[in-house]
């Protein structure tokens, strides 16, 4: 019963992950660029979400709606005032402004909700469902999260393979220079892709903290270095990679957790990270790129 | 580009001004004329110069983007502590200078170990999956160093993984890391070894290795078609700048009573590495100016405590938005009046 | 063509296997020989039976549309793309398992198509990196200083300077390569090759966006590098003036294969050769 409460669990976490990796690799595979902030723009969802619900009493669909707005501006802002000046610049200079973004956003929201963690309502009036006579409980939070990462996934899929910015998302991670000819707008193109992102980056926001209430200006951070992991893990530029590599990261950190060792689980994840990038360097279902001398 | 004699005289200042600064900052010590907090920030101050100026190594001279340099650090002070601590109980070693001595040594080639077995896999990487998994070693290492204990007992030592019930004395103690260290870290040792930091990254880079180094990072597949082994050149900064780092950490851990191994984290990473672009990607002088005033300047603003991070994330993406800007770059070669561009082409024509 | 100066013909004699190699040179191991060379990229055979025999002082041609493998050919000759089918040997020796950075130490050196130089280094420090493995030193010689160090760096300084005479860039030692005028550029990335001490000297388009008195002034020094340095030259090229006037043996691309192999004249004068690249020339010319 312990093992299928972890499988669940680990499930869970992995479909945050996974929300968390397709803001990553999406924006990777089209601007080629690790958007470090990424981790942050959960944050301050989650944030807004926190005031929104306890401070103006709003209901909880308007919460997550006004989050996911807001987390968009704020991806289409960050783009054009930081990134969008340094598309030819290297990729180090991007990195570490990237880096800068991160840290501005963490203590721009450390000076506006200080650094006392904050205790997520819950918003759903749902109850624990219990299973084999009570022996597994599944919090409701946990059915959602993965309920939302498969509409999610699904949702993006279609949009990506059916809808006209889809296809010029493809075509615009695939050959910018080609694109641009072909009389794609790139830069509206990139734009969406960083609104995508960050909305779904204020939904991972929310279902992160409905499942785990502690919210603090840090709180981004790790997830998103983890779920970056997952979609490298799972394949950069993969859709299906990042759900993949999400919930296998996931359950990976909750069996390690309770198998191996609890302070050794933030080890454990970075281990598989590295352990993948040099056996597997394009990940699960990543395809291998070539340069051209 | 510097031509050979800016190069020089560039190198001469940087020694003159920092040995003048350090023996009048020594006068002062003696006349007790400087002020406390300046006076016990001496040493951090040296701790993190060292640390810029290696950490630029790897990303301004290498051009890889390390995001786990404070884990060298933490390494190099937790051996450094450790075996501080064994000389004196284990073998009664009272000499101050000398067991700083060794533990510097030590905590330097341990780090420069780790370097390398990180390194090996690592630098086989590129760009931001290099940037990465520096930081998720970083990460594993304080995640580790958090878990090991270590006592002294006799002239044993112990080690601990998870288990904290060790004989003789304590030195690490899992997550409250070191406690009462006897602090044997002197400023006069943190000068020498910004010195000697200095020497070796300066030397290596007006060098053949170090012009490698450059080539690697500026045009990778031009330099392998002149015979020069990518992975190796970058192995040499990498360890380089490790090894630095750990003697760096050794010198700051001896410098603290009580050192926690959650330390050294990603933060820290990132300090350096605002120290680094501030003072300039690839400028080794610049360095040591940013990592000085950058660790004095909070304390003389502490009134902006809240609002000095925030500063610096701003600095930060503003220096790297106006440094790769191609019209500022324009105005800055018009401003220097680079000897290359104007007057070559009229040698050509001519 | 009847402009520029007629050069001897190199008289070319049969070499132990279909090739030819100039007379001169048949006492001495070719210095390059390809067996059936190719690659494949997922179907595309990019390159396809390539074989040839280079004598050790030859100038070669390289020549054949756009896209028709030329640049392949000299990255997988310095091991950039591995060859998924055939054989190559330098002086005899097999170049299997070797890496770029084999090569370079064995004996090939390379310019590129869109010029590779260190751009942010000076004229000097890039010849230097053409001399690492030629003159040398290790790291801790460097940072200590040691006495190998001055005189290593001496050598490289003076090494630099006589290369760089060549072709009157001497007093340019100090300048930024990346603002050094498009000709002199192409020009230093031929100095930093022949810094490696190569045995075969790889050219890719040289000439590229020369006036004809550059071309000829390049020519000249082609043939003067050759003399001097007693060194293989293959180019790739599409100025066929450069081409007919100092190749010794050419070897026409297709879509990947050889079409045609021969001296100039054979070259010219060959009806696939024409159809499939010199195109009207030779009516107008009639």
């Given at each position: 019963m312990v093992f299928l409460s972890n499988l669940v669990n680990g499930i869970s976490l992995g479909s945050i992950y996974a929300i968390i990796a397709l803001g990553y690799t999406m924006v990777y595979g089209i601007a080629?660029?690790?958007?470090?902030?990424h981790g942050d723009v959960i944050m301050v969802g989650a944030y807004i979400v926190f005031c929104a619900a306890?401070?103006?009493?709003?209901p909880p669909a308007v919460c997550i709606l006004l989050a996911m707005l807001v987390c968009t501006v704020l991806g289409i802002t960050i783009e054009k005032l930081a990134y969008k000046p340094l598309r030819q610049a290297t990729s180090l200079a991007v990195l570490i402004t990237a880096i800068g973004m991160s840290y501005l956003l963490q203590n721009t929201a450390l000076l506006i909700w200080g650094a006392n963690p904050k205790v997520f309502p819950?918003?759903?009036a749902l109850d624990t469902i219990r299973l084999f006579d009570g022996q597994l409980s599944i919090k409701p939070e946990t059915l959602i999260t993965i309920t939302a990462n498969i509409v999610i996934m699904t949702a993006l899929t279609l949009f990506i393979s059916k809808t006209k910015t889809g296809k010029a998302m493809r075509c615009v991670s695939e050959d910018r220079g080609a694109a641009e000819l072909m009389g794609i707008n790139v830069n509206r193109t990139i734009s969406v892709t960083f609104a995508i992102g960050s909305a779904l980056a204020a939904i991972a926001g929310f279902l992160l903290c409905s499942s785990y209430p502690m919210l603090m200006p840090t709180t981004g951070s790790m997830p998103g270095i983890k779920a970056f992991t997952a979609a490298v893990f799972g394949g950069i530029g993969s859709i299906p990679g990042a759900m993949l590599g999400g919930v296998l990261l996931g359950l990976i950190e909750i069996f390690g957790k309770a198998y191996i060792s609890t302070e050794l689980g933030d080890a454990i994840v970075f281990a598989v990270l590295i352990i993948v990038l040099l056996v597997r360097?394009?990940?699960?279902l990543g395809k291998p790129v070539r340069e051209k001398v | 580009m510097k031509t050979k004699k800016s190069r020089l005289i560039t190198q001469a200042v940087t020694y003159g001004v920092l040995i003048l600064l350090f023996v009048i900052l020594t006068i002062m010590i003696n006349n007790k004329s400087i002020s406390r907090t300046l006076k016990g920030q001496l040493i951090p101050i040296c701790s993190w110069i060292v640390m810029a100026v290696s950490l630029n190594l790897v990303?301004?001279?290498?051009g890889e983007l390390s995001l786990g340099h404070a884990g060298f650090m933490g390494i190099g002070a937790f051996t450094g502590i450790i075996v501080s601590g064994w000389l004196l109980n284990?073998?009664?070693?009272?000499d101050p200078t000398l067991r700083l001595l060794l533990a510097i040594l030590a905590g330097g080639i341990i780090a420069g170990i780790a370097g390398m077995l990180i390194g090996i896999p690592v630098l086989r990487l590129r760009g931001d999956y290099l940037a990465i998994v520096t930081l998720a070693f970083g990460e594993i290492i304080k995640n580790v160093m958090n878990c090991v204990y270590v006592s002294v007992d006799g002239q044993t030592l112990n080690w601990g993984f998870l288990d904290g019930?060790?004989?003789?004395?304590?030195l690490l103690n899992g997550p409250?890391?070191?406690?009462?260290?006897?602090?044997?870290?002197?400023f006069t040792a943190g000068f020498i070894l910004v010195m000697f930091s200095l020497i070796v990254v300066l030397n290596l880079i007006n060098s053949r290795s170090g012009r490698a180094i450059m080539a690697a990072r500026d045009n990778r597949i031009a330099a392998e078609s002149m015979g020069i082994n990518i992975t190796k050149y970058k192995m040499m900064a990498f360890v380089t700048a490790s090894v630095l780092a750990g003697m760096a950490g050794a010198l700051y851990g001896l410098s603290m009573a009580t050192l926690l191994?959650?330390?050294?984290s990603f933060n820290e990473s990132i300090n350096v590495l605002v120290f680094v672009v501030l003072g300039g990607i690839g400028n080794i002088p610049g360095s040591i100016v940013s990592a000085a005033a950058l660790t004095i300047l909070p304390e003389k603003l502490r009134f902006l405590q809240n609002y000095r991070m925030l500063a610096y994330a701003i600095l930060l993406i503003l220096v790297m938005l106006l440094s790769n800007n191609p019209m500022v770059k324009m105005l800055v070669r018009k401003i220097f009046?680079?000897?290359?561009?104007d007057e070559s082409r009229e040698e050509m024509r001519a | 063509m009847s402009e520029t100066k007629q050069r001897q013909q190199t008289p070319m004699v049969p070499y132990p296997s279909k090739s030819f190699v100039p007379e001169r040179d048949l006492?001495?191991?070719?210095?390059l020989e390809c067996n059936h060379l190719g690659i494949e990229f997922g179907g595309l055979?990019?390159?396809?039976d390539f074989s040839v025999i280079m004598g050790r002082t030859e100038i070669g041609g390289l020549i054949g549309p756009?896209?028709?493998?030329k640049t392949t050919i000299f990255n997988l000759l310095t091991k950039v793309y591995q060859p998924t089918h055939g054989t190559m040997m330098l002086e005899g020796k097999d170049?299997?398992?070797?890496t770029t950075v084999d090569v370079s130490k064995a004996g090939i050196a390379r310019t590129f198509q869109n010029i590779r130089l260190?751009?942010?280094?000076?004229v000097e420090e890039n010849v230097r990196i053409g001399l690492h493995n030629q003159i040398r030193y290790g790291m801790f010689n460097g940072i200590l200083r040691l006495p190998k160090y001055w005189k290593a760096e001496k050598e490289q300084h003076e090494k630099t300077l006589e290369l760089l005479s060549i072709f009157d860039?001497?007093?340019?030692?100090?300048?930024?390569?990346?603002?050094?005028?498009y000709g002199a550029q192409r020009r230093l990335e031929i100095v930093r090759a022949l810094a490696t001490s190569p045995k075969l000297l790889l050219l890719d388009e040289?000439?590229?966006?020369?006036n004809p008195h550059e071309t000829e002034e390049l020519m000249e020094n082609i043939i003067k590098i050759r003399d001097q340095f007693q060194i293989a030259i293959l180019l790739i090229e599409h100025d066929m003036n450069l081409v007919m006037g100092i190749c010794e043996d050419i070897c026409v691309l297709n879509f990947g294969k050889i079409i045609a192999k021969g001296t100039p004249a054979e070259i010219q004068a060959n009806p696939a050769v024409i159809e499939a690249y010199l195109g009207k020339r030779k009516e107008a010319e009639a």
């Amino acid at each position: 019963m312990v093992f299928l409460s972890n499988l669940v669990n680990g499930i869970s976490l992995g479909s945050i992950y996974a929300i968390i990796a397709l803001g990553y690799t999406m924006v990777y595979g089209i601007a080629k660029m690790l958007n470090f902030a990424h981790g942050d723009v959960i944050m301050v969802g989650a944030y807004i979400v926190f005031c929104a619900a306890q401070y103006w009493n709003l209901p909880p669909a308007v919460c997550i709606l006004l989050a996911m707005l807001v987390c968009t501006v704020l991806g289409i802002t960050i783009e054009k005032l930081a990134y969008k000046p340094l598309r030819q610049a290297t990729s180090l200079a991007v990195l570490i402004t990237a880096i800068g973004m991160s840290y501005l956003l963490q203590n721009t929201a450390l000076l506006i909700w200080g650094a006392n963690p904050k205790v997520f309502p819950s918003l759903f009036a749902l109850d624990t469902i219990r299973l084999f006579d009570g022996q597994l409980s599944i919090k409701p939070e946990t059915l959602i999260t993965i309920t939302a990462n498969i509409v999610i996934m699904t949702a993006l899929t279609l949009f990506i393979s059916k809808t006209k910015t889809g296809k010029a998302m493809r075509c615009v991670s695939e050959d910018r220079g080609a694109a641009e000819l072909m009389g794609i707008n790139v830069n509206r193109t990139i734009s969406v892709t960083f609104a995508i992102g960050s909305a779904l980056a204020a939904i991972a926001g929310f279902l992160l903290c409905s499942s785990y209430p502690m919210l603090m200006p840090t709180t981004g951070s790790m997830p998103g270095i983890k779920a970056f992991t997952a979609a490298v893990f799972g394949g950069i530029g993969s859709i299906p990679g990042a759900m993949l590599g999400g919930v296998l990261l996931g359950l990976i950190e909750i069996f390690g957790k309770a198998y191996i060792s609890t302070e050794l689980g933030d080890a454990i994840v970075f281990a598989v990270l590295i352990i993948v990038l040099l056996v597997r360097p394009t990940g699960l279902l990543g395809k291998p790129v070539r340069e051209k001398v | 580009m510097k031509t050979k004699k800016s190069r020089l005289i560039t190198q001469a200042v940087t020694y003159g001004v920092l040995i003048l600064l350090f023996v009048i900052l020594t006068i002062m010590i003696n006349n007790k004329s400087i002020s406390r907090t300046l006076k016990g920030q001496l040493i951090p101050i040296c701790s993190w110069i060292v640390m810029a100026v290696s950490l630029n190594l790897v990303v301004g001279i290498s051009g890889e983007l390390s995001l786990g340099h404070a884990g060298f650090m933490g390494i190099g002070a937790f051996t450094g502590i450790i075996v501080s601590g064994w000389l004196l109980n284990g073998f009664q070693m009272e000499d101050p200078t000398l067991r700083l001595l060794l533990a510097i040594l030590a905590g330097g080639i341990i780090a420069g170990i780790a370097g390398m077995l990180i390194g090996i896999p690592v630098l086989r990487l590129r760009g931001d999956y290099l940037a990465i998994v520096t930081l998720a070693f970083g990460e594993i290492i304080k995640n580790v160093m958090n878990c090991v204990y270590v006592s002294v007992d006799g002239q044993t030592l112990n080690w601990g993984f998870l288990d904290g019930n060790l004989p003789g004395t304590l030195l690490l103690n899992g997550p409250m890391g070191a406690v009462k260290v006897k602090t044997i870290a002197t400023f006069t040792a943190g000068f020498i070894l910004v010195m000697f930091s200095l020497i070796v990254v300066l030397n290596l880079i007006n060098s053949r290795s170090g012009r490698a180094i450059m080539a690697a990072r500026d045009n990778r597949i031009a330099a392998e078609s002149m015979g020069i082994n990518i992975t190796k050149y970058k192995m040499m900064a990498f360890v380089t700048a490790s090894v630095l780092a750990g003697m760096a950490g050794a010198l700051y851990g001896l410098s603290m009573a009580t050192l926690l191994p959650t330390k050294f984290s990603f933060n820290e990473s990132i300090n350096v590495l605002v120290f680094v672009v501030l003072g300039g990607i690839g400028n080794i002088p610049g360095s040591i100016v940013s990592a000085a005033a950058l660790t004095i300047l909070p304390e003389k603003l502490r009134f902006l405590q809240n609002y000095r991070m925030l500063a610096y994330a701003i600095l930060l993406i503003l220096v790297m938005l106006l440094s790769n800007n191609p019209m500022v770059k324009m105005l800055v070669r018009k401003i220097f009046h680079r000897r290359g561009d104007d007057e070559s082409r009229e040698e050509m024509r001519a | 063509m009847s402009e520029t100066k007629q050069r001897q013909q190199t008289p070319m004699v049969p070499y132990p296997s279909k090739s030819f190699v100039p007379e001169r040179d048949l006492g001495n191991i070719p210095v390059l020989e390809c067996n059936h060379l190719g690659i494949e990229f997922g179907g595309l055979k990019a390159v396809d039976d390539f074989s040839v025999i280079m004598g050790r002082t030859e100038i070669g041609g390289l020549i054949g549309p756009n896209g028709a493998g030329k640049t392949t050919i000299f990255n997988l000759l310095t091991k950039v793309y591995q060859p998924t089918h055939g054989t190559m040997m330098l002086e005899g020796k097999d170049m299997g398992g070797m890496t770029t950075v084999d090569v370079s130490k064995a004996g090939i050196a390379r310019t590129f198509q869109n010029i590779r130089l260190f751009n942010n280094m000076t004229v000097e420090e890039n010849v230097r990196i053409g001399l690492h493995n030629q003159i040398r030193y290790g790291m801790f010689n460097g940072i200590l200083r040691l006495p190998k160090y001055w005189k290593a760096e001496k050598e490289q300084h003076e090494k630099t300077l006589e290369l760089l005479s060549i072709f009157d860039m001497a007093g340019m030692a100090d300048e930024r390569a990346g603002s050094l005028p498009y000709g002199a550029q192409r020009r230093l990335e031929i100095v930093r090759a022949l810094a490696t001490s190569p045995k075969l000297l790889l050219l890719d388009e040289p000439a590229a966006g020369m006036n004809p008195h550059e071309t000829e002034e390049l020519m000249e020094n082609i043939i003067k590098i050759r003399d001097q340095f007693q060194i293989a030259i293959l180019l790739i090229e599409h100025d066929m003036n450069l081409v007919m006037g100092i190749c010794e043996d050419i070897c026409v691309l297709n879509f990947g294969k050889i079409i045609a192999k021969g001296t100039p004249a054979e070259i010219q004068a060959n009806p696939a050769v024409i159809e499939a690249y010199l195109g009207k020339r030779k009516e107008a010319e009639a």
